[in-house]
């Protein structure tokens, strides 16, 4: 029998009411992907170390010791991680989220909870990695004499736009994959090529003056540079780079949120 969803739902603001009531449930698929996750995994959460962790080394290596990219006098170790840190954070997000309706195929065709749930859920596990590598990433700042300073601060709105244009992109792609799997299959590839697009192996100082506004446009630049500047530099970030991001990542969200919830009309007899 077709299985059709409450009518309420269909509205965005009501929508967001409805995960609201079912936070509980968000926390338990999180709480189950995460354990899933390091199931049976002999190093366990230290996987969520080992991934930045083994690109800061390789990083280091080929790009500041064999060609000598310029980090602004950072220690390029602490420099490439500041940036890691963040792009972890985006990639391991999406690598879960995009897929997480087409993994719980069965759940979707045969019970009825808000759907956005599953990939707010990915973004939360995502977010548990996040926390492990930055106890790293405190140990790292004791190791190089880090200033802590009051910019400091600026990490918490830094990573709520994060969060905001991560859970935009999760939205859209993982509703899109249900109907196109080729998203699941492109969108590996379309991370590696962003990294690049991002100031994670080298500085925002090396984009050319006249190109700069343009390569800021990139949510993910802007946030990265941000990171950089007060976690490591202590210095606020450029508001004049970051206030358009912000905005962006806002209205984003909102887009794909009700790109979502129409999409979701059709989950149970598509997926």
């Given at each position: ?70 980090s602004d006098g950072i220690p390029y170790p602490l420099f490439v991680y500041s940036a890691l840190l963040p792009w972890t954070f985006f990639s391991t997000s999406l690598a879960f989220a995009i897929p997480s309706l087409t993994n719980n195929a069965q759940l979707i065709t045969k019970v009825y909870f808000p759907r956005a749930i599953l990939p707010l859920a990915s973004v939360l596990a995502a977010g548990f990695d996040f926390c492990i590598a930055g106890l790293v990433f405190c140990g790292m700042m ?130």
């Amino acid at each position: 029998m077709k299985h059709v969803p409450p009518q309420v739902t269909h509205q965005a603001s009501d929508g967001v009411l409805e995960i609201l009531q079912y936070r509980a449930l968000l926390w338990t698929f999180a709480l189950r992907e995460i354990k899933v996750r390091y199931k049976q995994a002999v190093l366990g959460a230290a996987w969520a170390v080992l991934q930045p962790l083994s690109l800061m080394v390789v990083f280091t290596l080929f790009f500041s010791i064999l060609l000598n990219v310029s980090s602004d006098g950072i220690p390029y170790p602490l420099f490439v991680y500041s940036a890691l840190l963040p792009w972890t954070f985006f990639s391991t997000s999406l690598a879960f989220a995009i897929p997480s309706l087409t993994n719980n195929a069965q759940l979707i065709t045969k019970v009825y909870f808000p759907r956005a749930i599953l990939p707010l859920a990915s973004v939360l596990a995502a977010g548990f990695d996040f926390c492990i590598a930055g106890l790293v990433f405190c140990g790292m700042m004791l190791f190089y004499q880090v200033r802590v300073t009051i910019d400091l601060l600026w990490v918490f709105p830094l990573l709520l736009i994060q969060v905001a244009f991560t859970v935009a992109v999760a939205f859209f792609f993982s509703a899109l994959n249900v109907t196109y799997r080729d998203v699941r299959h492109a969108m590996p590839l379309l991370i590696q090529l962003w990294m690049f697009a991002t100031p994670v192996i080298y500085s925002v100082s090396v984009v050319p003056e006249r190109y700069r506004a343009l390569y800021l446009m990139n949510p993910m630049a802007a946030v990265i540079d941000g990171f950089r500047k007060v976690l490591v530099q202590g210095h606020s970030p450029d508001l004049w780079s970051l206030s358009p991001v912000a905005a962006t990542s806002v209205i984003l969200l909102w887009a794909a949120y009700r790109y979502f919830k129409r999409a979701e009309e059709a989950f149970a007899d598509v997926i």
